[in-house]
């Protein structure tokens, strides 16, 4: 007799959900027992880069990603990648184990109370009523993930694997759900005359390349990338491209103070770090964006809640074009002869790097440096970590999973530290990621941040060898204390492999770093 399982299964192949990222316990084995050869498992060793695996395999892909975790253990240590996922606009479905259905009443071992334990982090959450109730269930979270690009959970009790299947017609979500774009007149012509005589743009990770640009050089404007985003919202070799926007109140009233009016695309306005007092600018703000949250949180005069594309892309059809007076300057590489900072490490990268690469960072104290030197070049050419250290070497190698582009992590070392188990998972099924962690045996970003405060921190440097815990692992990894040995690994090409490599390069920490 078929079982959920079964139709389940039928189901995961229909919407293409055939790769499954866990780190499995007893509640997942009826379930996983007998796998279906069609359907590909991947172990890591922690449910936080389960998670990171699955978001880096999604974006990737541009599709969504199934993750497979164990009860309240599981998803309690799967929480921040969660919370992560949902800031990387990452759509990925994740089945949650919890003990059989028959005694959960009496709370058993490994019972969980599962639902809210992700927070609201979750854009989808569903325990089914019934078994029966499985499959359908999945198809709902797989277009929730789609539509909200976040992370969509499903609840299932162990037994209900094995419980007879439901009928066709029990099987409750669309078959294919297709999504249409459109700009509304009455908005595109309030946003056109919102512009004033001097307009910048800042991009964030919701916007769409294509149509920003068309708009971008229609107004001659330069655009910005909003502080921290998952993503580059606009080619960073394009000549009106004027790098990152300030994450401090008083540095981004600077850098927008030429302009009259900014208008913010594909995120809100705008997230900073830390706090600082006073308006984020002096100029009249408005906002395009898909998401409803951003649109509600942003303090901006005019906020437009649709299809950035669409939007972007009738603006660009209306208003008049127009020149910019504002030049800006690249920075200029460091001087030779220094020290070995994570600058030299970088601007030796970018030299060399293709122009297809995906750069993943996750370097908190070397993100000025990296967005200077590594610029994003391609659509999904640049991915950041959005809230949980440890996301890039999972993500990373989640990302080169899923496709042919090379695939280069930039992580610092106390950032490694948080996830380094998903280089087992990297070396196990042979992705070639080359992993650059910067070492510079301290939380340089904390200390700044303690120096701001007029103190120093109550923890220690650390000098642990990276290089060793990724050869544990089964990695290959180089120890890196000179330029000259770093441009001659770098000469190789190291990112065209088939397995990974872990560079362990001995950096100085940046006094002139500001957070």
């Not at 959970?153 to 007879?164: E, G, H, R």
Request: hydrophobic share 45%; charged share 20%; with cysteine.
């Amino acid at each position: 007799m078929p079982t959920v399982r079964d139709t389940t299964f039928d189901v995961l192949r229909r919407l293409e959900l055939t790769t499954i990222f866990s780190n499995p316990g007893s509640t997942e084995v009826p379930l996983l027992a007998g796998l279906p050869e069609d359907l590909r498992f991947v172990l890591a060793l922690h449910e936080g880069s389960v998670v990171s695996l699955a978001c880096g395999f999604a974006l990737g892909t541009g599709r969504p990603a199934l993750a497979l975790l164990h009860s309240t253990p599981g998803l309690g240590n799967a929480v921040a990648a969660i919370a992560t996922s949902r800031l990387n606009r990452a759509p990925v479905v994740v089945l949650v184990g919890q003990q059989d259905r028959r005694h959960l009443a009496q709370e058993p071992f490994l019972a969980g109370r599962l639902r809210g334990l992700a927070g609201e982090y979750p854009v989808f959450e569903e325990l089914p009523v019934r078994p029966q109730d499985v499959p359908g269930t999945i198809v709902r979270a797989f277009h929730a993930a789609e539509t909200a690009r976040g992370p969509a959970l499903v609840i299932v009790p162990m037994d209900d694997w094995l419980a007879p299947a439901p009928e066709p017609h029990e099987i409750l979500g669309p078959q294919r759900l297709v999504r249409s774009a459109a700009a509304a007149p009455d908005a595109v012509r309030e946003l056109a005359a919102f512009l004033g005589e001097r307009p910048a743009i800042i991009a964030g990770a919701g916007a769409d390349w294509g149509s920003l640009v068309a708009l971008a050089e229609r107004l001659g404007t330069p655009v910005f990338q909003e502080p921290f985003g998952g993503a580059a919202g606009f080619p960073q070799d394009h000549p009106q491209f004027a790098g990152i926007a300030p994450a401090r109140r008083e540095r981004l009233r600077a850098a927008l103070d030429p302009f009259d009016t900014v208008l913010v695309v594909g995120t809100g306005a705008l997230r900073q770090y830390p706090y600082d007092a006073g308006p984020l600018t002096h100029a009249r703000l408005a906002v395009i964006t898909a998401d409803p949250d951003e649109a509600h949180r942003s303090p901006a005069e005019l906020a437009v809640l649709g299809d950035p594309a669409a939007i972007c892309s009738a603006l660009a059809a209306v208003v008049e074009p127009r020149r910019s007076a504002v030049a800006f300057e690249r920075p200029a590489p460091p001087e030779p002869g220094e020290p070995l900072y994570p600058g030299h490490a970088l601007a030796a990268l970018a030299e060399r790097l293709p122009r297809d690469a995906i750069v993943v960072e996750e370097s908190p104290s070397s993100r000025p440096e990296l967005h200077a030197r590594l610029p994003a070049t391609a659509p999904g050419a640049f991915v950041s970590a959005m809230g949980m250290l440890g996301f890039a070497l999972p993500a990373a190698t989640g990302l080169r999973m899923a496709g042919d582009r090379p695939v280069v992590a930039v992580v610092g070392d106390g950032s490694s530290l948080y996830q380094i188990q998903a280089l087992w998972t990297a070396a196990q099924y042979g992705v070639g990621v080359l992993f650059v962690v910067l070492r510079n045996g301290g939380y340089a970003i904390m200390d700044r941040l303690a120096e701001h405060a007029g103190a120093h921190g109550p923890w220690p440097k650390f000098d642990i060898d990276i290089a060793a815990m990724a050869t544990a692992q089964g990695c290959q990894a180089r120890r890196i204390t000179t330029h000259a040995e770093l441009l001659s690994v770098l000469d190789e090409s190291p990112w065209d492999r088939s397995t990974p490599l872990l560079l362990d390069v001995a950096v100085a920490q940046d006094e002139t770093f500001d957070p």
